[in-house]
Structures are given as C-alpha cells and as structure tokens.
C-alpha cells in the first residue's frame, strides 16, 4: 500500500512537472518572434563562462556547508572526500522523481562509512535550511521592491507568509531530527543505530545559513551577467534576479517527481520575469540559465569522478618494497 502512495505521488509530481515544462514552452513558442538577438562576442563567452564558473561554485559551497553539519553532528570527514559524494550525487537529481541525488548521497556516504543516522539528520537540516534561506531572501526582495513588483505582479505571497515558511523551515529539520535520532521510535533504531547525533551549535547552523544565502547571491549574479551580456539588457538588476531566483528553486525543489526543478522553474522565471524584461528576454534567460547549470554539473560531476578514482588508486596502491619491510 505504501508503495502504491509513493508511486503516485511521484506520478503526480512528475505530472506538475510536465504541466508546467509545457506551459513554457507553449509561452516561449509564441514568444519565439519576439525572442532578442544574441550579443555573441568576447564578452558574451566570458560571461558565460563566468555564469558557469558561479554555478560550479554553488554546488561546491553546498557541499561544504554539508561537510559542516556531519562534523557538528559527531562525524570525521575529510572535505575533499566530502566534495566529492555530495558532486557525484547531486547530479543525479536529474532522475525523474527528484529523490535519486539524495538515495545516492545516502548510499555513497553509507559506503565510505559514515554513519547512516548522521547523514540522514544532516540532509534533512540542509533542505530546511535552504528552504530557510531562499524564503529570507524573498522576503528581503519583497520588502524593498514591492512596490515595484506590483507595477507588474498582482500576486505576490506576502511577508507574513514567507515568515512562517521561514520558521517551519528552521524548526522541522529540528523536530524531525528529536524524532528520528532521538526517540527513534518502533524500527528506526534497528535501522538507524545507536550512534550519538549531535545537534550542531547555533554558530555552526548561522554559517550554514549565509553560506546558502551566498549560493543563491551567486545564482543572482549569473543571471545578470547572462541577461546583460546575451540579450543587451542595460540595467542590472541582481537583487531581483536572485530573489526571483529563489523563490523558482523552493517551488522546483518542491515539486515531487520534477528533475533538478526542470519545467517548474522556467515557468516562475517566465511569469515574475516576463513583464520586467519581455517575454522573449525572460525565455532567453531561462534557457541559457539552465544551460549553464546543467553544463556546470557536468563539469562538477567529471571533477568529482576523476577525484574519486584518484583517491581510490592512491588507497589500493602498494607500498613500495623498502616501506614493506618498515611496516
């Protein structure tokens, strides 16, 4: 029975996906005359890289504020080693159903021999903090351009609003985390283990939080950089690149069974961005800005394989005979 809910779920989050994938390209169909001409040009290709570059970086300042969370948690884990499962896992979230990258997170960890409490607890506290840190930068957005926004928006969730997604987000990971880690009732504590799971410091979560904060700063400035550079757009406006921006990422990250956020996140980019910039722009840059995503998990996930067969060889590889005889 319960396998039967789950697969409908993801049917029907892969559906809202679909839904909204073909209302974008329904929209960029009828906006394709309208579609500006490409500025290519030395500054165009090295905007692009850069845009890249940011995004590389993302994944990487993730990873990191992961590594944070299972050392407060109890665990000992090398930041190369660490880098590498959560770049080898992350792109598989571009397996239908949007649970694959964070299975395999699990699995990678588990086969390095994390323990497997500790990584689950500290996976649930970086989707809440994420969830935290992208609806304090909509509100940020809201409060110093909400009556800009309305020139063109009529419907913007309001601060309250996003105040209390904020909190829920804070405190779930937390309340999930007494529940599993430390009651763990019925099975969990066969499946779980007995292994002691900190809860890490209020400073550890704080930097947790501005690091996550910073990764969407820099999704913020990729997309400038690709709407001024590609499309001759004058202005720059990477406040409300990065709070559109997030807002996109919560509603793709949300959306059960929609790979990396794919459809559900161009639509909200088409929507808030469209009567800012035009319609075509607005495509444009949905397009090109999940080109470089992709392009940069590519290259982050190529990083991490080749990282990861180096440390593996280095960890077969024999001693040389005269260290034989020392040891």
């Given at each position: 029975?319960?396998?039967?809910?789950?697969?409908?779920?993801?049917?029907?989050?892969?559906?809202?996906?679909?839904?909204?994938?073909?209302?974008?390209?329904?929209?960029?169909?009828?906006?394709?005359?309208?579609?500006?001409?490409?500025?290519?040009?030395?500054?165009?290709?090295?905007?692009?890289?850069?845009?890249?570059?940011?995004?590389?970086?993302?994944?990487?300042?993730?990873?990191?504020?992961?590594?944070?969370?299972?050392?407060?948690?109890?665990?000992?884990?090398?930041?190369?080693?660490?880098?590498?499962?959560?770049?080898?896992?992350?792109?598989?979230?571009?397996?239908?159903?949007?649970?694959?990258?964070?299975?395999?997170?699990?699995?990678?960890?588990?086969?390095?021999?994390?323990?497997?409490?500790?990584?689950?607890?500290?996976?649930?506290?970086?989707?809440?903090?994420?969830?935290?840190?992208?609806?304090?930068?909509?509100?940020?957005w809201l409060l110093?351009?909400?009556?800009?926004?309305?020139?063109?928006?009529?419907?913007?969730?309001?601060?309250?609003?996003?105040?209390?997604?904020?909190?829920?987000?804070?405190?779930?990971?937390?309340?999930?985390?007494?529940?599993?880690?430390?009651?763990?009732?019925?099975?969990?504590?066969?499946?779980?283990?007995?292994?002691?799971?900190?809860?890490?410091?209020?400073?550890?979560?704080?930097?947790?939080?501005?690091?996550?904060?910073?990764?969407?700063?820099?999704?913020?400035?990729?997309?400038?950089?690709?709407?001024r550079s590609l499309?001759?757009?004058?202005?720059?406006?990477?406040?409300?690149?990065?709070?559109?921006?997030?807002?996109?990422?919560?509603?793709?990250?949300?959306?059960?069974?929609?790979?990396?956020?794919?459809?559900?996140?161009?639509?909200?980019?088409?929507?808030?961005?469209?009567?800012?910039?035009?319609?075509?722009?607005?495509?444009?840059?949905?397009?090109?800005?999940?080109?470089?995503?992709?392009?940069?998990?590519?290259?982050?996930?190529?990083?991490?394989?080749?990282?990861?067969?180096?440390?593996?060889?280095?960890?077969?590889?024999?001693?040389?005979?005269?260290?034989?005889?020392?040891?």
């Amino acid at each position: 029975m319960q396998k039967k809910i789950k697969s409908y779920y993801r049917w029907f989050g892969l559906g809202v996906s679909l839904i909204a994938l073909a209302y974008f390209l329904n929209s960029a169909l009828k906006q394709i005359s309208t579609f500006p001409s490409l500025c290519w040009g030395l500054n165009a290709y090295a905007s692009f890289a850069a845009a890249t570059s940011l995004n590389a970086l993302v994944t990487l300042t993730g990873g990191y504020s992961w590594i944070l969370l299972l050392r407060a948690s109890g665990e000992t884990l090398v930041t190369s080693e660490g880098l590498v499962i959560f770049a080898l896992a992350q792109f598989a979230k571009y397996i239908p159903g949007n649970v694959a990258h964070h299975a395999g997170r699990v699995a990678l960890a588990s086969s390095r021999g994390l323990t497997l409490s500790r990584v689950i607890f500290t996976m649930i506290l970086e989707a809440g903090w994420l969830i935290a840190a992208a609806a304090i930068l909509a509100m940020a957005w809201l409060l110093f351009m909400r009556e800009n926004l309305f020139k063109y928006m009529q419907d913007m969730p309001t601060v309250f609003q996003l105040a209390v997604a904020a909190a829920l987000a804070i405190a779930f990971p937390l309340l999930v985390g007494w529940v599993l880690l430390k009651w763990r009732p019925g099975p969990l504590g066969k499946i779980l283990g007995d292994a002691t799971v900190n809860t890490p410091s209020p400073g550890v979560l704080l930097n947790c939080l501005m690091l996550y904060l910073l990764c969407f700063l820099f999704m913020g400035i990729a997309s400038d950089l690709l709407v001024r550079s590609l499309f001759g757009v004058k202005e720059s406006r990477i406040f409300l690149l990065t709070g559109t921006f997030a807002v996109a990422w919560v509603a793709g990250f949300l959306t059960p069974g929609a790979p990396a956020g794919l459809g559900v996140r161009e639509a909200i980019l088409l929507k808030v961005l469209g009567p800012i910039y035009g319609a075509g722009v607005a495509v444009g840059l949905a397009i090109s800005l999940r080109a470089i995503t992709t392009l940069a998990d590519v290259l982050t996930f190529t990083a991490a394989l080749i990282a990861n067969a180096t440390m593996n060889s280095s960890q077969r590889e024999p001693l040389p005979p005269h260290l034989k005889k020392r040891f």
